[in-house]
Each structure stands twice: as C-alpha cells, then as structure tokens.
C-alpha cells in the first residue's frame, strides 16, 4: 500500500509518521545482504505524489540489497537517549521506481524540502536508485518518565489501529 492510502487507514499514525520522517529528512533503513545479515543505512525519505520515496546512489550496497530482496523496514531517526519525540517504523517492501515522471517527483520534493532550485538542464540522474516504499505495517513508540505509548497498525490482522498507553515503570 503506498502512502496516501496508509494516511486513509491509519492517519493519525500516518501524521505521525510525517512528522518524524520530515522532521529531519533523514531515516534509517533496514535491508538484508546477500547472506541474510542485516544492514542498517540512512536514507532520505520524502513525502510525494501519495508515496513515500526514497533514493540512493548508483551501485549503493543497500540498493543492491533491495534489488536482490526488496523487504525493508524504515525507521525515524532518533535523537536523544529520552525516547520523548518517539520512533517511527514502516515495515514493507522497496519497489524499485523507473517512471521518469515519479522519478522527478522525488527529485522535485528533495529540492523543495531543502530549498534547492532544480536544474533545469540536468533534472535528475538516471543511474540512482529510486524506491517507493510497499507499506505493509507501522509502528510508533514513545514514553517518558510517566508513560509508554505504543502506536500498531498492521492491515492483515483486521484489528486495525491499536493504541497503548501504559505507565513506565
């Protein structure tokens, strides 16, 4: 399921997930190598045309990954011990975007989120991996010193969003 449709079954987790993930147009990505060892990347994850995008260099070891096994798990970057601005996981699959007009959507949201101009006489690169995320379940945790919130969603278990609030102790 791409985004826009992950935003139509769970939107308040989906925001949540924008937020984490727009926060610092960073987040972590897990891959599998070739033997079956994980690997963990950052990546630059952006929010278009209703999918959450990712792009990587040519040859990259973690494209590489994705072209051979397409499972991925996308995680918030997470920057400080506290746990307070919480963590966001997407678990899915890569699916590799060749559609030049996608393609430029990612490059059109990277320069938008960094204030970029886009070059008009060389648009994008051809030779990078681009992948849009196939969501399959999501996640969100957060706690503190009183509490510990768990946020699941997973489509395939027909229970929908569930939501825990529980103390920290």
């Known amino acids: 399921m791409n985004w826009a449709a992950f935003a139509e079954a769970a939107p308040e987790l989906a925001e949540l997930g924008r937020e ?7 987040c972590l990505i897990g891959t599998l190598r070739r033997g079956g060892s994980p690997r963990i990347s950052p990546v630059e994850p952006y929010l278009t045309a209703g999918e959450l995008m990712i792009g990587m260099m040519p040859g990259s070891r ?21 746990g307070h601005e919480g963590d966001f996981k997407l678990y899915g699959t890569a699916i590799e975007v060749r559609d030049r007009e996608r393609r430029l959507a990612l490059y059109r949201a990277a320069d938008a989120a960094h204030g970029w101009e886009p070059d008009p006489d060389e648009p994008e690169d051809p030779d990078n991996h681009i992948f849009a995320v196939d969501i399959g379940s999501a996640a969100f945790v957060r706690f503190d010193k009183e509490t510990w919130e768990t946020w699941r ?13 529980r103390p920290n102790t």
């Open 153 to 165: 969603w997973n489509p395939t278990d027909g229970l929908g969003l569930r939501k825990e609030v």
């Open 62 to 82: 973690k494209a590489l990954d994705l072209l051979r096994d397409p499972r991925i798990v996308v995680h918030s970057v997470v920057t400080d011990w506290s």
């Open 20 to 26: 984490r993930l727009e926060a610092r147009h960073l």
